[in-house]
């Protein structure tokens, strides 16, 4: 059966004529696609990721760091802790971890007590 072009497909099974599909057929289709999407994904490096506190409290020190530090309501805003835990937090991190040399000068600059 031929159709003209700019016209709609009836909805059977191209594989076995004259037969519609089972109901079960597109939800089966849907997982396997899936389910391949997901394997790929765990296959490939993430990209988008969403930040870790650290990085995120690192970032935001960062931005503040050449005004003397954030105000302390945007520090509540944006963590729920005070200016002195933020503070604190960042100093621990810049003990712990491993940031450039200038980021680390800075920030021990900015928020030593």
């Given at each position: ?6 016209t ?37 490096p ?7 506190e ?8 960062r ?23 933020f ?16 980021t ?10």
């Amino acid at each position: 059966m031929t159709h003209p072009p700019d016209t709609h497909r009836p909805l059977t099974d191209t594989t076995i004529p004259d037969r519609m599909p089972a109901i079960t057929d597109q939800p089966d289709r849907y997982r396997a696609e899936r389910r391949r999407r997901l394997r790929q994904a765990k296959l490939t490096p993430r990209q988008g990721r969403w930040p870790s506190e650290q990085e995120e409290l690192i970032r935001f020190a960062r931005i503040w760091a050449p005004y003397g530090g954030p105000p302390p309501e945007e520090v509540f805003v944006r963590f729920g802790i005070t200016s002195s835990t933020f503070a604190e937090r960042i100093r621990h991190m810049l003990a712990t971890s491993r940031n450039d040399r200038r980021t680390t000068e800075l920030l021990l600059l900015v928020y030593t007590k």
